[in-house]
């Protein structure tokens, strides 16, 4: 295939399709070449330009389900447990046995399933007894009766490459047991669901019943917000919202508190000392990180100011700290002078304006933004009394991650809120750093490389927004998955599904992000062939 395009004069681009055959064949990728040379006038390319380009057969792209959760129970009205595993497919005939030795039976399938085309599936079930089938928290099957072996469908218009909740319930009560689950679409034949396309749902947690005791280990503090341990969990840490940190050591409460900064935490409303974390190579890192609302020295000058004196309700701003735990004290105690500032150096007086409560004055400027637009570098705004600095945690990596709300009015709309769409601000941000020097990693995927105009502070940078008001709550564990928590006005509508890499996950109290991916990763659609995966940073 061959052509000519004529650029006329100025014209630097020009759209060029190519028709791909699409012919549901399951092949090996294939490549052709794209060249592009003049063929008349003055202009010389030196050498003719030349694009490889790939086609992903999505055909031959296998998924990599594992089956759905099945919990089995020994009784017909699903509730009395007998065993839960992983079954890869619903495609049991126990004739008349049992899945297990010993059971009635009933049984719940549950998690994710994953359509392959852009198409209205019909799902299929033939049970001996009764069924439910959800597909995306749809009923689609109602049948929970005796009956022989039936065949029952339901039909969801669903998109290919996306992952839908799926559960379904049987019961058998006597005589044969059998159980089928099949699906089919315009491009899909009718075929037991396999295991490739089926997600299991976690486990449920068990019902503690009794097994769980509360038991006072400190109640010598004033007013705690969080909590946390030496790896050793010879130490425990506790945070007073007015700014000292105290420790139990082996069951006994020192009486020297760790530290006291109470000089420099607002203790007012929503603000104060909000949380600490341990580094968690404390033996060679012996540091405790405090995030709390700040009261810069300057504050003691006002003291008899309403709003700008010390814990007073003037606009403030918010700070994370470094300090070194002393081995000579069994880390019981901070290093006198250790404290390092690792976000918020420029938290200070002259970038915000004590002397106004911003939480329902809105004709205060936005703290920490300049005339010109742009943002005053490495600064937490708290433009009010509550929606301030949140959390801390430390991310399997050993990144430290610090949430920080929006800063603007809790009860009310406040157009200050916006500056959370904006990523060189870190209002409404969940920030990934350095826990040793405080500068963002540059595999962040907003990691802009520090210049002599741009301080290196200005590589502190998201893993992802959010639009929620109050901070949000980063709590990384092993699986590298972070659970972000906004608040807000009741609703009765779930969030909806967050693209991940790899799959897309549902959840209703809380999205899902994954701090050690940098880009988002769209396997095309089968319907549509296209060239390779694309990515991009993800803003969600």
Known sequence: MSGTVALADGETTRLVSIPILEDSLPESDEQFSFTIDNVKGGEVLLVPRTATITIDDNDSIQSAGDGLLGEYFDNIDLTTLFINRVDPAVNFNWGSGAPATGMGFSVRWSGQ??????????????????????????????????????????????????????KMEYFENGGLASSTLSWSSPSQSLEIIPQSQLYAADPPL????????????????TTPTAIDFSPDGQNIYVAEKGGIVRVRRNGLLQTTPFIDISAEVNNIADRRLLDIAVHPAFVNNPYVYLLYTYDPPEVFQNAGDGLAG?????????????????????????????????????????????????????????????????????FVASDSLSHTIGNLNFAPDGALLVSVGDGASFNQVDPRAVRVQDIDNLSGKILRIDPLTGEGLADNPFFIVPTPTRIARRSINMVCATRSASPPTPLASSTSAMLVGPSGKRSTRPHRERTLVG???????????????TAVCRRPRRSTPVAKLSCQPSTR
């Open 503 to 517: 799959r897309t996950t549902k959840v209703a109290a809380a999205r899902v992000y994954r701090p050690a991916a």
């Open 113 to 166: 399933v994953e359509a392959i085309f852009d198409e209205t599936y019909t799902f299929q079930t033939v049970t001996d007894d009764g069924v439910r089938l959800w597909v995306d928290d749809q009923l689609l099957i109602d049948d929970w009766n005796n009956h022989p072996a039936i065949t029952r469908t339901g039909s969801i218009t669903l998109v290919g490459g996306q992952l839908y909740d799926i």
């Open 310 to 378: 010390p814990d007073r309700g003037g606009n403030r701003a918010g700070r994370t700290i470094r300090v070194t735990a002393d081995v000579n004290t069994n880390y019981t105690t901070a290093v006198a002078g250790s404290e390092v500032v690792l976000l918020g150096t420029n938290s200070t007086w002259d970038n915000f304006n004590a002397f106004v409560d911003s939480t329902s004055n809105f004709t205060e400027p936005p703290a920490g933004i300049l005339p010109d637009g742009t943002n005053v570098q490495d």
């Open 206 to 221: 068990p019902d503690p019943g009794n097994s769980l005791v509360a038991q006072t280990i400190l109640s010598e503090i």
